[in-house]
């Protein structure tokens, strides 16, 4: 099969339009992974043992069930109690909350690296629980976290292909549907491949630049 170019260019618009789903969804997602897993942190903290087997529960469902099994239980089952969501909210959901998950585990091991000298400190300086979070332990957790949180969301932009299983156009169901359509499968997934690669760039530059600052 020989390359087109002619074909790439008539189908460059929709697969920017997927850019722009996949580019969206990983934004709603990892602003609920990383505020969500950074409460859920805090939470197993701070909280009773009742607590703490609440988290426990949550975290080993969400790591432990595929992303793809979630997805068709929030679009086809929901809809069966009564609960009907739009595709893209059930997808960005789900990777949101799979991935708090993972990121609250970050955290956590963020929080265990601070040093107990510097807590012992806060407590001597007569700092309320409520000032400690917020000006000690989470601006801690969060520069020690952050470079494997920025791993975390650079997956995430990945498995945002699992939602062209429920129908959201993302970039590589873009590319599917280009590839069903014409039977030419070369410069669809070439040209989102690169695409993909072209939005790697900038997490792998954050990631680079935390590495050698934190190192």
Do not use: H
Request: proline share 5%; charged share 10%.
């Amino acid at each position: 099969m020989t390359w087109d170019w002619n074909f790439v260019f008539q189908i460059l618009p929709d697969l920017l339009v997927g850019v722009w789903y996949t580019i969206l969804i990983t934004i709603g997602s990892a602003a609920i992974a990383l505020i969500g897993g950074l409460l859920l942190a805090i939470f197993e903290n701070v909280s009773t043992r009742a607590g703490r087997l609440v988290v426990r529960f949550f975290l080993g469902l969400f790591k432990g069930v595929p992303i793809l099994v979630l997805l068709y239980f929030g679009y086809y089952l929901l809809p069966q109690f009564g609960l009907t969501l739009p595709a893209m909210a059930i997808g960005i959901a789900v990777l949101g909350l799979v991935y708090a998950a993972f990121c609250s585990e970050v955290y956590r091991g963020g929080l265990i690296t601070i040093p107990a000298g510097l807590r012992d400190a806060s407590v001597a300086l007569g700092l309320s629980p409520y000032v400690m979070w917020r000006r000690v332990y989470v601006p801690l957790m969060i520069q020690r976290a952050s470079p494997a949180l920025i791993n975390y969301v650079l997956t995430l932009f990945r498995q945002t292909s699992f939602l062209f299983a429920i129908g959201v156009p993302v970039l590589i169901g873009k590319a599917q549907v280009a590839g069903y359509q014409s039977f030419r499968y070369l410069e669809p997934f070439t040209v989102a491949g690169a695409l993909y690669l072209a939005l790697n760039i900038p997490f792998l530059f954050l990631l680079s630049r935390f590495k050698t600052k934190y190192a």
